[in-house]
């Protein structure tokens, strides 16, 4: 079996720089920035009703050109970043401007939760942000 501590996966300053390394690249807007954060079987889940699961870093990186023309000027804030071995959980404050003429700014709390390789790239990546308070945003009518 061998020692388990060789066998651990990243430690907890490894696992904050990578999580941090990804939000910078996120608010850089760079596509494929964002994409080398991630490794080659990245899982990309979303609890929202209106996000879109996708898994392969191929496949993530496909979608990130339409996600950054949808949501102009994105940006997350860091609100809080707890981290411990391999996986973090991280609350932020995202804002954007939407593709939709005459659509002001979009401001949604929620958290990451990720989990970190040993190679210090985002394995995988759970969003739980309310989509319900986007829409109300989108259309304070309804």
Do not use: C, K
Request: hydrophobic residues 45%; without cysteine.
């Amino acid at each position: 079996m061998g020692d388990p501590l060789l066998n651990a996966g990243p430690d907890a300053g490894l696992t904050r720089a990578a999580v941090l390394g990804y939000v910078e690249a996120l608010n850089a807007h760079d596509a494929d920035a964002i994409a080398a954060r991630v490794s080659e079987d990245f899982v990309n889940e979303h609890t929202s009703a209106m996000g879109r699961d996708v898994t392969g870093r191929a496949n993530y990186r496909a979608n990130l050109t339409v996600f950054l023309a949808d949501f102009a000027d994105l940006r997350y804030d860091v609100e809080d970043l707890v981290a411990e071995d391999d996986r973090a959980a991280l609350a932020y404050l995202m804002s954007f401007r939407p593709a939709v003429p005459g659509a002001g700014t979009v401001r949604v709390r929620g958290v990451f939760r990720f989990r970190v390789g040993p190679d210090g790239l985002i394995a995988h990546r759970v969003d739980y942000w309310d989509s319900g308070e986007v829409r109300r945003q989108l259309d304070p009518s309804a």
